[in-house]
């Protein structure tokens, strides 16, 4: 009987790890095929291999942009969002997190309350003032923004960590007659990378696929990132199928990687309470 | 001996920390959430009784905007299609969720590796996976036409251009993008209940059905209560899963608020109508936000 349960399990798990995977399997194969062999059979394996397609995905259309313009704008507004959000985010939450109990309480409700805010909430002002200073398709504003809008999390995440750490070893840079600033930088910091590079991939993740936002401030294509090249690229190349799948490939390929090489960090980072804003 | 009184009173100089360095530490990060969370909600409240169109000067006109929304169809409609999408969406992604949750924490092998990979479809760019699966309905250039025609069930569906099924599929592949986060969050609130609650359980003579309804469910209720608060709300705002599969159409039949919010402000250039409907719909999300606060509030104080 509970053999029985125990395979109904696993037959259960392995139709939705199907159901998971097969569709990063077609993209992968699709993006090797050409239109006409995608529009004869979607699901075969016949006809060319096609790997021009790429080529075609990362320059994009003629006199058109590509992959290959996204993929630098991405990896800007990544670095800055990212970066900014660490190291504005860290040192926000641990000197919070050395204020009495009933203070801290209090000021973290600005960034609890701002975890609530919906985005089509701000989305009009983000145009209005990014129009007005002339910032608009301008990537790396967008990632200053980025890193605003992914502080709350950042800083409720890594207070909780902090609020744990050992008061023993900040005793001991006090000690050593460190101020607080440099007992946060040269002891607190070492000692907190595996919390900051959870808090850092999660905030990576969110913005490599923001879309809401980015659609509104990047309209020009050569300042596009990559989930909103996605969108431009499928109108400029409605017809041919096989470049945009070679694109979809070059949009989740990357964080692919990340995600593999990080995974463990970044589960830990879901449990610690990150969301994806 | 002659150590000691130093040593407590450079312990408590550690310790100790003026407001003023806290506020100088925390001031950039301070600065940055004011500025991209609080200025931008007190503008959109002035724009939605203004009438600006994108450029010049603001010219304020009362309440008209509120007047028109609220009394056209177009935002009730829109209202109503939300509800559905976010109702639907989130019923099927928390019972997907809870299941997937509860085949992956039975302790039995390979779990790890069916966690890692079921968590794949939340990092994915939600663009990518919404052109993926708009391209796979098609009909007969479709992945999934083509299983069903493979299976003898026709493959020359169109069921993004029919206003009958376009919001059903744009669910479904809802449910398959955000089943992933709420999964694996709901897995951990399940690897946290006392393996003496189970044993508990078994001496209770209580089967697999029961001892989940009975002695799982209720110990993960908060987690729950707060993924379907969270999942109400994101759904709510499924702006790039809807514009990149169907921008709103065929027909309106998945312009969801924040796609009629977008289409009213950027494509037509009435900011002023957009902001209003902002307003409203934030009022909604808010609320509802406001249902998590407490539990998220006791954690942040330190769990």
């Given at each position: 009987?509970?053999?029985?349960?125990?395979?109904?399990?696993?037959?259960?798990?392995?139709?939705?790890?199907?159901?998971?995977?097969?569709?990063?399997?077609?993209?992968?194969?699709?993006?090797?095929?050409?239109?006409?062999?995608?529009?004869?059979?979607?699901?075969?394996?016949?006809?060319?291999?096609?790997?021009?397609?790429?080529?075609?995905?990362?320059?994009?259309?003629?006199?058109?942009?590509?992959?290959?313009?996204?993929?630098?704008?991405?990896?800007?507004?990544?670095?800055?969002?990212?970066?900014?959000?660490?190291?504005?985010?860290?040192?926000?939450?641990?000197?919070?997190?050395?204020?009495?109990?009933?203070?801290?309480?209090?000021?973290?409700?600005?960034?609890?309350?701002?975890?609530?805010?919906?985005?089509?909430?701000?989305?009009?002002?983000?145009?209005?003032?990014?129009?007005?200073?002339?910032?608009?398709?301008?990537?790396?504003?967008?990632?200053?923004?980025?890193?605003?809008?992914?502080?709350?999390?950042?800083?409720?995440?890594?207070?909780?960590?902090?609020?744990?750490?050992?008061?023993?070893?900040?005793?001991?840079?006090?000690?050593?007659?460190?101020?607080?600033?440099?007992?946060?930088?040269?002891?607190?910091?070492?000692?907190?990378?595996?919390?900051?590079?959870?808090?850092?991939?999660?905030?990576?993740?969110?913005?490599?696929?923001?879309?809401?936002?980015?659609?509104?401030?990047?309209?020009?294509a050569t300042s596009q990132t990559i989930p909103v090249g996605v969108l431009t690229f499928q109108s400029?190349?409605?017809?041919?199928?096989?470049?945009?799948?070679?694109?979809?490939?070059?949009?989740?390929?990357?964080?692919?990687?990340?995600?593999?090489?990080?995974?463990?960090?970044?589960?830990?980072?879901?449990?610690?309470?990150?969301?994806?804003? | 001996?002659?150590?000691?009184?130093?040593?407590?009173?450079?312990?408590?100089?550690?310790?100790?920390?003026?407001?003023?360095?806290?506020?100088?530490?925390?001031?950039?990060?301070?600065?940055?959430?004011?500025?991209?969370?609080?200025?931008?909600?007190?503008?959109?409240?002035?724009?939605?009784?203004?009438?600006?169109?994108?450029?010049?000067?603001?010219?304020?006109?009362?309440?008209?905007?509120?007047?028109?929304?609220?009394?056209?169809?177009?935002?009730?409609?829109?209202?109503?299609?939300?509800?559905?999408?976010?109702?639907?969406?989130?019923?099927?992604?928390?019972?997907?969720?809870?299941?997937?949750?509860?085949?992956?924490?039975?302790?039995?092998?390979?779990?790890?590796?069916?966690?890692?990979?079921?968590?794949?479809?939340?990092?994915?760019?939600?663009?990518?996976?919404?052109?993926?699966?708009?391209?796979?309905?098609?009909?007969?250039?479709?992945?999934?036409?083509?299983?069903?025609?493979?299976?003898?069930?026709?493959?020359?569906?169109?069921?993004?251009?029919?206003?009958?099924?376009?919001?059903?599929?744009?669910?479904?592949?809802?449910?398959?993008?955000?089943?992933?986060?709420?999964?694996?969050?709901?897995?951990?609130?399940?690897?946290?209940?006392?393996?003496?609650?189970?044993e508990a359980a078994r001496i209770d003579g209580a089967g697999q059905w029961r001892q989940f309804w009975?002695?799982?469910?209720?110990?993960?209720?908060?987690?729950?209560?707060?993924?379907?608060?969270?999942?109400?709300?994101?759904?709510?705002?499924?702006?790039?899963?809807?514009?990149?599969?169907?921008?709103?159409?065929?027909?309106?039949?998945?312009?969801?608020?924040?796609?009629?919010?977008?289409q009213e402000g950027f494509k037509n250039g009435d900011f002023g109508t957009a902001a209003t409907m902002?307003?409203?719909?934030?009022?909604?999300?808010?609320?509802?936000?406001?249902?998590?606060?407490?539990?998220?509030?006791?954690?942040?104080?330190?769990?």
């Open positions: 009987m509970s053999r029985l349960s125990a395979s109904g399990w696993l037959v259960f798990k392995l139709i939705v790890t199907a159901v998971i995977v097969l569709p990063f399997l077609f993209i992968l194969l699709l993006s090797f095929r050409s239109m006409a062999d995608i529009f004869r059979n979607p699901l075969g394996f016949t006809g060319n291999w096609v790997p021009e397609n790429f080529a075609r995905a990362w320059n994009g259309p003629p006199g058109g942009t590509g992959f290959g313009h996204y993929f630098i704008n991405s990896l800007l507004v990544a670095f800055v969002a990212v970066v900014l959000a660490a190291i504005i985010g860290a040192v926000a939450a641990y000197f919070v997190s050395l204020l009495p109990g009933r203070w801290r309480a209090r000021v973290l409700m600005i960034p609890l309350i701002a975890t609530i805010v919906p985005t089509i909430a701000l989305l009009i002002p983000f145009f209005q003032v990014f129009s007005a200073w002339g910032i608009l398709n301008n990537p790396f504003a967008v990632g200053v923004l980025y890193a605003g809008l992914s502080l709350p999390m950042t800083v409720l995440i890594l207070h909780a960590f902090f609020v744990d750490f050992p008061s023993e070893l900040r005793e001991a840079g006090a000690i050593d007659g460190l101020g607080h600033f440099r007992t946060f930088a040269r002891i607190v910091v070492p000692l907190s990378k595996p919390s900051l590079l959870a808090v850092s991939l999660l905030n990576l993740i969110w913005v490599w696929g923001e879309t809401q936002i980015a659609i509104v401030l990047l309209q020009k400029s190349f409605m017809s041919d199928l096989g470049p945009i799948f070679a694109g979809l490939s070059l949009a989740t390929i990357p964080v692919l990687i990340v995600y593999f090489t990080f995974n463990k960090t970044i589960s830990q980072g879901v449990s610690m309470g990150g969301t994806f804003r | 001996m002659a150590g000691a009184p130093a040593r407590r009173r450079a312990t408590s100089a550690g310790l100790r920390i003026r407001p003023r360095v806290v506020l100088l530490a925390a001031g950039p990060a301070l600065v940055l959430m004011v500025a991209v969370f609080a200025l931008p909600i007190v503008q959109t409240i002035q724009l939605s009784f203004s009438d600006w169109r994108g450029f010049g000067p603001i010219d304020f006109i009362g309440i008209g905007n509120y007047v028109d929304v609220l009394t056209g169809s177009e935002f009730w409609n829109s209202l109503r299609l939300t509800a559905q999408f976010a109702v639907l969406a989130t019923v099927g992604i928390v019972v997907f969720a809870l299941l997937l949750a509860v085949a992956v924490t039975r302790g039995q092998k390979g779990d790890s590796v069916f966690r890692a990979i079921w968590f794949l479809p939340a990092i994915v760019p939600g663009t990518a996976a919404a052109v993926f699966w708009g391209i796979s309905v098609q009909p007969n250039s479709g992945v999934i036409n083509n299983i069903l025609g493979f299976l003898g069930l026709g493959s020359d569906h169109a069921w993004l251009a029919s206003p009958q099924t376009a919001l059903y599929v744009v669910i479904g592949v809802a449910v398959w993008i955000s089943t992933a986060f709420p999964f694996l969050l709901l897995a951990g609130a399940i690897d946290r209940v006392p393996i003496e609650v189970y009975y002695f799982t469910l209720p110990l993960i209720r908060p987690v729950l209560t707060m993924v379907v608060a969270l999942q109400l709300i994101w759904n709510f705002n499924a702006f790039t899963l809807v514009w990149a599969m169907t921008k709103g159409g065929p027909a309106e039949s998945t312009t969801i608020l924040p796609v009629l919010l977008y902002g307003v409203l719909s934030s009022i909604l999300l808010i609320a509802l936000g406001a249902v998590t606060l407490r539990r998220s509030a006791a954690r942040a104080a330190g769990e």
